[in-house]
């Protein structure tokens, strides 16, 4: 199982395959490349909260054909069994994490496609699943790609461009989303660097971002979290792009814990600082950043690095797994309909609205 786009070399993150799905286990990347099939709807919970798949919208297609796998026990059984089951599965998927929005929106959106069909049963109202599913996922490949034409322009001739976590193809089916504009101008022939923020604690940065920019050829630099602000300093980096797991309707958004600080000081050098958004991660029921449920992880992120401790026993620690930029940081959302820029409030409604969301 191969990626979806010829400019990567990784393997699918997510795949489906005569009804099995199989994940790439991002936890052991980039040392061992393993993918593996999840059988059951406990499975694909523990493959969601444990990261083995990570990233907003990779989540979401994760979490759509995970209550596929949920609900094959079910297709021969009577339809009233199949929605009853239905709605137990996705509440108890909705649970693997919390923030990023991409998961409720596609457990959402796969449960109405259910409740709204006419299928005789629960066969057919299994099909009707698996053909939604499908479409989130192939509707992600043609986001990511929206929103690297879109962002593209930002990425110049002999810039640097700063990144936190991973808001890459990693992240998602497709081409990323904060990496989608670097692809495609590395396609271009665009020279230019990359500085990747290791991102502490998980290290999505060195081992998944640093990674599979390297793998595609692109010029990659890794740093540490408490490096950023240096290269900026040093007038290395010429604009900031990010991932995002949640944005809110006034244009706060959520994203891995460290991207605040970067915000913060992507502002105090002056210099334009982008998030990439694809339509399924703008929740507009979700007033501001304040509302916005920020997962706290183990404590056992923090205190120990590659399953050796690094501090001292029973010291007390916080792991909140993602913090919250306000809108006044960001300079535009890169979607796949365009740039918007503020008022964020009046703008994001007024691109999303409409038609009801995503492509
Ligand atoms: O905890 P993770 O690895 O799921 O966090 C991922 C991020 O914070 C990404 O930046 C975000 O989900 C956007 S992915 C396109």
């Known amino acids: 199982m191969v990626s979806s786009s010829p400019l990567l070399t990784l393997p699918a993150t997510i795949a489906w395959k005569e009804d099995a799905l199989y994940l790439l286990d991002q936890t052991r990347l980039p040392h061992e490349s393993v993918v593996e099939r999840v059988r059951t709807v406990e499975e694909v919970w523990r493959g969601i909260h444990e990261l083995r798949v990570r990233g907003a919208p990779a989540i979401g297609v994760a979490g759509a054909y995970g209550l596929c796998v949920a609900m094959q026990p079910a297709r021969d059984g009577s339809r009233e069994a199949f929605y009853a089951a239905l709605e137990q599965h996705a509440a108890y998927l909705d649970t693997a994490r919390p923030t990023a929005v991409n998961l409720s929106w596609a457990l959402r959106r796969m449960t109405q496609a259910a409740q709204r069909s006419d299928a005789v049963d629960a066969e057919a109202l299994y099909q009707v699943m698996v053909a939604e599913a499908s479409k989130i996922h192939q509707e992600d490949q043609a986001i990511c790609k929206g929103i690297g034409v879109h962002g593209l322009p930002l990425i110049t001739p002999g810039s640097g461009v700063l990144t936190h976590c991973n808001a890459g193809a990693l992240a998602t089916t497709g081409l990323g989303t904060a990496t989608a504009p670097l692809y495609l101008a590395h396609q271009n022939g665009v020279a230019f660097r990359v500085f990747a923020d290791e991102t502490r604690p998980l290290l999505q940065g060195a ?153």
């Open 207 to 359: 081992r998944l971002t640093a990674f599979e920019l390297q793998q595609a050829g692109l010029d990659v630099t890794l740093i540490t979290d408490g490096m950023a602000a240096s290269m900026m300093a040093q007038g290395l980096v010429d604009v900031v792009i990010v991932g995002t797991d949640r944005v809110a309707a006034n244009g706060d958004f959520a994203n891995k814990i460290g991207t605040l600080g970067v915000a913060v000081a992507a502002r105090y050098f002056n210099l334009p600082f982008y998030v990439a958004c694809p339509s399924s991660t703008l929740d507009l029921q979700t007033a501001r950043g304040a509302d916005i449920v920020i997962e706290e992880r183990s404590d056992g992120e923090v205190t120990h690095l590659g399953g050796r401790s690094i501090a001292p026993p029973d010291i007390k620690v916080r792991n909140p797994a993602f913090d919250v930029t306000p809108n006044e940081l960001v300079t535009g959302f890169i979607t796949e309909r365009g740039i918007v820029r503020a008022p964020f409030g009046k703008n994001l409604a007024a691109l999303f609205v409409s038609d009801g969301g995503a492509l």
